[in-house]
């Protein structure tokens, strides 16, 4: 006889098993997304923009602010860029991403923190705290999103990303609750005025950040690469400068990878400059500060169910295609954008991205794994980075130069909808299975082993 307890086990098993997260391990990577979308939230997208427009380069006009904060989110990119593919390899050779991933947080957690000291005024320190800390964010992913291929297979690695994503955007939604509680009633939570609330906002980001990313640094297991071995500084680098130069030459060698990474280039391009930029082009629009917070909150509530479905449904329709999905409604969104001038139609566009932000970036990922040679996934995951951050250079200094030769960012926003155009037209001409047999055979695997999978 079934008890009820056996069956409620059973059903929660199986849910676990639909989203990715059947195991301790799944779930202690998945963690990883909670701690570090708190700096998504905070620090990139909602309260820090506003304080950094409306107090420490507060006597520059609206187009000037978005225009500086556009060429230090491109020169933050552009330096992570240059390093990421560097630091893949090494991590590769080494067996160390999760040592690096432990470097990139704590530096992520405390640069975060030290935002809390910011001020008016206070423009190149601040600026080059923010440039630390989204550094340490883009990098940390590097060696992150690189342990998947370490922790899944093809029947969970779809789902496992997205669920990842759904955790991040649950997290990200309450802390950026509480901090938004935090702001509106300072003298509640015992903060003398808004601004200290603000600066508090920053130190629980560094927090939240180191406390849960414990998880993964317990849990979960890097595989041993067979060729890793200790060596002196001047040797790694002169043997990662070799294999970096390798790495392109082979990416090139694999056609469907190197497809999907223009395409990537052309798409996370526009996802990217969306997220960097639309709190202040909302500031210059006119939309209100609460408002503006207001909508990035629903949109991490919302985008927990949406990132779920989209993990399951990938998997039944096809990870290729539910991308093409979710590219599709940000080009709806970009070109909606262009006209926008009311706070009800900025909540609308909010809600379109909450339906499909998590999705896009996490089936992007996902996708990506399973067309590298899984024994150099770090230095693969390197060059996946260096085109996301090459990309995350273009869009928003095109952002900035835009905005700068037309006075405002109208233009700026359609702009980017060409990039997804292009994202997607080079998309079609990815064939996902194909390309998992070549990464396999590049990795000494043969086609058997694939047909078996």
């Known amino acids: 006889?079934?008890?009820?307890?056996?069956?409620?086990?059973?059903?929660?098993?199986?849910?676990?098993?639909?989203?990715?997260?059947?195991?301790?391990?799944?779930?202690?990577?998945?963690?990883?997304?909670?701690?570090?979308?708190?700096?998504?939230?905070?620090?990139?997208?909602?309260?820090?923009?506003?304080?950094?427009?409306?107090?420490?380069?507060?006597?520059?006009?609206?187009?000037?602010?978005?225009?500086?904060?556009?060429?230090?989110?491109?020169?933050?990119?552009?330096?992570?860029a240059i390093l990421s593919p560097f630091l893949g390899n090494i991590s590769d050779h080494l067996s160390a991403k999760k040592e690096f991933l432990l470097v990139a947080t704590i530096v992520g957690a405390l640069s975060s923190a030290a935002l809390a000291f910011s001020g008016k005024g206070f423009v190149v320190s601040t600026s080059i705290i923010y440039i630390i800390s989204n550094m340490s964010f883009v990098l940390g992913n590097v060696f992150y999103e690189s342990l998947l291929v370490d922790i899944s297979d093809d029947s969970s690695v779809h789902a496992?990303?997205?669920?990842?994503?759904?955790?991040?955007?649950?997290?990200?939604?309450?802390?950026?609750?509480?901090?938004?509680?935090?702001?509106?009633?300072?003298?509640?939570?015992?903060?003398?005025?808004s601004d200290m609330a603000i600066k508090a906002s920053f130190i629980s980001v560094g927090i939240w950040w180191a406390f849960f990313s414990i998880p993964l640094f317990k849990?979960?297991?890097?595989?041993?690469?067979?060729?890793?071995?200790?060596?002196?500084?001047?040797?790694?680098?002169?043997?990662?400068?070799?294999?970096?130069?390798?790495?392109?030459?082979?990416?090139?060698?694999?056609?469907?990878?190197?497809?999907?990474?223009?395409?990537?280039?052309?798409?996370?391009?526009?996802?990217?400059?969306?997220?960097?930029?639309?709190?202040?082009?909302g500031k210059e629009v006119g939309i209100g500060n609460n408002d503006l917070i207001a909508a990035i909150v629903m949109i991490q509530f919302v985008g927990v169910p949406f990132s779920f479905i989209f993990g399951p449904l990938a998997m039944k329709i096809g990870a290729?295609?539910?991308?093409?999905?979710?590219?599709?409604?940000?080009?709806?969104?970009?070109?909606?954008?262009?006209?926008?001038?009311?706070?009800?139609?900025?909540?609308?566009?909010?809600?379109?991205?909450?339906?499909?932000?998590?999705?896009?970036?996490?089936?992007?990922?996902?996708?990506?794994?399973?067309?590298?040679?899984?024994?150099?996934?770090?230095?693969?995951?390197?060059?996946?980075?260096?085109?996301?951050?090459?990309?995350?250079?273009?869009?928003?200094?095109?952002f900035g130069l835009v905005s700068q030769l037309a006075g405002e960012s109208r233009l700026s926003i359609l702009f980017i909808?060409?990039?997804?155009?292009?994202?997607?037209?080079?998309?079609?001409?990815v064939d996902i299975e194909k390309g998992r047999w070549e990464a396999l055979q590049a990795d000494g695997a043969d086609r058997e082993l694939l047909d078996s999978q």
């Open 417 to 429: 909808g060409f990039l997804f155009i292009a994202g997607m037209a080079l998309l079609s001409f």
């Open 160 to 193: 496992t990303s997205t669920s990842a994503y759904a955790l991040g955007y649950l997290s990200s939604g309450v802390i950026l609750a509480i901090n938004l509680s935090w702001v509106l009633k300072p003298e509640v939570f015992g903060f003398p005025s």
């Open 219 to 281: 849990r979960v297991r890097e595989s041993s690469n067979a060729t890793a071995h200790k060596s002196s500084v001047p040797e790694i680098v002169k043997f990662s400068g070799r294999q970096l130069w390798k790495t392109f030459r082979e990416i090139k060698e694999l056609p469907n990878l190197f497809l999907f990474l223009l395409a990537f280039w052309f798409f996370s391009d526009g996802i990217g400059t969306i997220i960097k930029m639309a709190t202040i082009y």
């Open 1 to 80: 006889m079934n008890h009820p307890t056996d069956s409620s086990t059973s059903r929660w098993r199986r849910l676990l098993a639909n989203l990715g997260l059947d195991n301790k391990e799944l779930r202690a990577w998945a963690y990883y997304d909670v701690a570090n979308s708190s700096y998504a939230a905070v620090i990139m997208v909602a309260i820090f923009p506003i304080y950094f427009a409306d107090v420490v380069v507060a006597e520059l006009n609206p187009n000037e602010k978005s225009t500086l904060w556009a060429y230090l989110t491109a020169l933050s990119m552009g330096i992570s």
């Open 320 to 398: 290729k295609r539910g991308l093409y999905v979710a590219l599709s409604v940000y080009l709806v969104v970009s070109i909606l954008g262009y006209f926008m001038t009311s706070k009800t139609e900025f909540w609308i566009l909010a809600f379109g991205i909450a339906m499909v932000q998590g999705a896009a970036q996490a089936l992007s990922r996902s996708l990506f794994s399973l067309l590298v040679p899984p024994s150099r996934s770090g230095e693969f995951f390197g060059f996946y980075s260096v085109s996301s951050k090459f990309a995350g250079i273009f869009g928003p200094l095109m």
